[in-house]
């Protein structure tokens, strides 16, 4: 069984900037991030394949945001830039054994969450 626990998350201003943190007790697997506001869909943000090689990132925090990790520490990093009160959400990070970056994009490819986050972003 794989333990994620996040860690990072805050009250922060528009324009502002938070880092999130996933340990993971896993290894060799893929990391997302996924946020889920209340009343909708957990969306997916970013994803890293296991070694940090490829990273893929919703359109939406493109430019933004960016996906890290340091497999020596297993951990995994999410540094927001530029933040909008529509980035407040509750954020999660997820593990799973996935095989294209593509897929790591799915919320249903993951095996393994955390319990979540909260950002909350004021304007």
């Known amino acids: 069984q794989v333990q994620l626990v996040e860690s990072g998350g805050g009250l922060v201003q528009a324009g502002g900037s938070l880092r999130l943190s996933c340990a993971t007790s896993?290894?060799?697997?893929?990391m997302g991030w996924f946020r889920q506001a209340p009343g909708k869909e957990r969306d997916f943000v970013a994803a890293?394949?296991?070694?940090?090689?490829?990273?893929t990132y919703a359109d939406s925090v493109k430019g933004r945001f960016t996906i890290s990790r340091d497999n020596a520490k297993n951990t995994v990093y999410l540094q927001m830039n530029s933040l909008k009160p529509e980035d407040t959400a509750v954020y999660y990070c997820?593990?799973?054994?996935?095989?294209?970056?593509?897929?790591?994009?799915?919320?249903?490819?993951?095996?393994?969450w955390g319990q979540g986050t909260q950002v909350t972003v004021s304007s």
């Open positions: 896993g290894r060799r697997y893929a």
């Open positions: 997820a593990a799973g054994i996935i095989s294209t970056v593509q897929a790591m994009r799915v919320r249903y490819e993951y095996d393994y």
């Open positions: 890293i394949t296991w070694s940090g090689g490829s990273t």
